[in-house]
Each structure stands twice: as structure tokens, then as C-alpha cells.
Nanobody, 124 residues
Framework: QVRLVESGGGLVQAGGSLRLSCAAS????????MGWFRQSPGKERQFVAT????????YYADSVKGRFTISRDNAKNTVSLQMNSLKPEDTAVYYC?????????????????WGQGTQVTVSS
């Protein structure tokens, strides 16, 4: 069992930066691939970024590639999402998710554990 708690959301102007963090509780955090997803009002939840258990592999949605960076610290049981050059269309609730596995995963249904989400609002 893994419990995930996101933090770091907020209001930022377009072009600004935010860093989201996800703290995981439970054993064997390093056994889990981690992902970030987001959901805007009236839209389905969409994949943002994922990182493998070791941190050696990452994958990004095209819409955030080059602007967002996912990273993890297995010693601290945390995964982060550094978001730069933010755009109004990045406004959403951002969710952290975890799944057992050694690869990276982009499908929402692959993930077994989810955080409660943190709101990111980018003003124009």
C-alpha cells in the first residue's frame, strides 16, 4: 500500500515556474514507477510525465516536453515535477500516481495508487 500526497500547487503568471512534490508513504517506494497526470475542468485526466523506479528513464507528453522535468529521490520517498515556462493551458489539478514496475507507463489505468491532487492555475 502506498499513500501519496501532492504539494506545491498555486497561482502563477504565464511564463513562470512551479515545482510540484509528491511524498509517498509505505515500503518499497523504489519499486514503483511514478507518474504525473492532470485534469482540467470538463476534460479527461491526461498523462503529463512518468519516471522509472530508478529514475533512469523518463517520458513526457508532447505538450510539456522541454518545459517540465520529472525527478525522484528514493532516499526521501519523493517525486517532483519542475514546471517552467508555464502557459494558461497548463491550468489543471495535478495528480501523482504510482505503479509497481520497472519501466515507464503512460496509461492512466496502469496506475494503482493516486494522490488527492494539487491545483495549478496559470494566469495570462
Amino acid at each position: 500500500q502506498v499513500r501519496l500526497v501532492e504539494s506545491g500547487g498555486g497561482l502563477v503568471q504565464a511564463g513562470g515556474s512551479l515545482r510540484l512534490s509528491c511524498a509517498a508513504s509505505g515500503r518499497s517506494f523504489s519499486s514503483y514507477a511514478m507518474g504525473w497526470f492532470r485534469q482540467s475542468p470538463g476534460k479527461e485526466r491526461q498523462f503529463v510525465a512518468t519516471i522509472s523506479w530508478s529514475g533512469g528513464k523518463t517520458y513526457y507528453a508532447d505538450s510539456v516536453k522541454g518545459r517540465f522535468t520529472i525527478s525522484r529521490d528514493n532516499a526521501k520517498n519523493t517525486v517532483s515535477l519542475q514546471m517552467n515556462s508555464l502557459k494558461p493551458e497548463d491550468t489543471a489539478v495535478y495528480y501523482c500516481a504510482a505503479t509497481l514496475g520497472t519501466d515507464v507507463y503512460i496509461a492512466e489505468q496502469t496506475y494503482d495508487y493516486w494522490g488527492q491532487g494539487t491545483q495549478v492555475t496559470v494566469s495570462s
